[in-house]
């Protein structure tokens, strides 16, 4: 059986189609979709979603550009998007309320690409997610762009190792490192067009390796919509790669998302 880990299914791409996408994962393979929620409103739908579909689990979190959000439009980088306000401490008590009910706390991390100049305040919220983790002994679904290694960091020194790094940009020897400790490394949909997703999917330890798509971003074909049932051709090509049987690269798949995300039998 398979897993998407990291994806984001109470996205507006979904609202039409739903049940007929969760239909095609199934037929797929996908057993289990973890829907990742960004902020207040993607939070309660997660939850939503997860009563609705017993493939979904709901990941609760907040986005890094979300949690610099009132920071944002206060005092800018403007973004190329309509950023909403996002009302961080009353979240961090909502999730923390709920996080009984979810499998994950994500999306969260560091983001040095589009909200470089708050990452003071990225950083603190990061940490409360990461503490927050912890104390319900919930793994971490970990964005980490141009701050791969303090993300890193960050959780280690706070001793969190159940970590899912979903698209993982940074360099890979410091993703074989990450894996070293204990993290795990998600490997996207669009792995065929990425050198060091495929590099990563041929080189690291299997038994760290997870599936992701990020739907309804990052699609094997650019500019199609991307959905779980994806995450079958993932396992094929990583097969492929390192010269394995698919059902064995899918059986250790299936036990690290289990362990991960104490998923039983
Ligand atoms: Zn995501």
Same mark, same amino acid.
Request: some cysteine; proline content about 6%; hydrophobic content about 45%.
């Given at each position: 059986? #398979?897993?998407?880990?990291?994806? #984001? ?16 994962? @199934?037929?797929?393979?996908? @057993? ?7 902020? +207040? ?17 709901? =990941? ?19 973004? !190329?998007? =309509? ?14 309320? #709920? ?6 706390? +994500?999306?969260? +991390? ?9 990452? +003071? ?17 919930? !793994?971490?679904?970990?964005?980490? @762009? ?120």
């Amino acid at each position: 059986m #398979h897993a998407d880990s990291h994806t #984001h299914l109470t996205d507006p791409a979904f609202a039409d189609d739903l049940p007929e996408v969760v239909a095609r994962a @199934r037929a797929a393979g996908v @057993r289990w979709m973890v829907t990742n929620g960004t902020d +207040g409103p993607t939070n309660r739908a997660a939850l939503a979603l997860a009563e609705a579909y017993p493939e979904v689990l709901p =990941a609760l979190g907040i986005y890094p550009v979300d949690a610099v959000a009132n920071e944002l439009l206060a005092s800018g980088p403007e973004l !190329p998007w =309509a950023q909403a306000p996002c009302d961080v401490e009353a979240e961090l008590a909502f999730i923390d309320a #709920h996080a009984p009910e979810a499998v994950a706390i +994500g999306e969260c +991390g560091l983001d040095g690409h589009w909200v470089a100049a708050h990452m +003071g305040r990225q950083r603190e919220v990061f940490a409360a997610l990461i503490d927050l983790a912890l104390r319900h002994d919930l !793994p971490l679904i970990v964005h980490s @762009r141009r701050a791969e290694a303090e993300a890193i960091e960050m959780l280690l020194d706070h001793g969190a190792t159940r970590v899912d790094l979903h698209c993982f940009s940074g360099r890979f020897k410091l993703a074989r490192r990450a894996c070293e400790a204990g993290l795990y490394c998600s490997i996207p949909a669009n792995l065929a067009k990425n050198e060091l997703f495929l590099k990563m999917a041929r080189e690291l330890p299997l038994e760290r390796l997870l599936t992701e798509t990020d739907a309804p971003y990052l699609a094997p074909v650019r500019g199609e919509r991307n959905e779980p049932a994806n995450v079958a051709a993932t396992v094929a090509t990583i097969a492929e790669l390192r010269g394995m049987e698919v059902a064995e690269v899918e059986t250790t798949l299936e036990a690290n998302f289990r362990r991960t995300f104490k998923i039983g039998v």
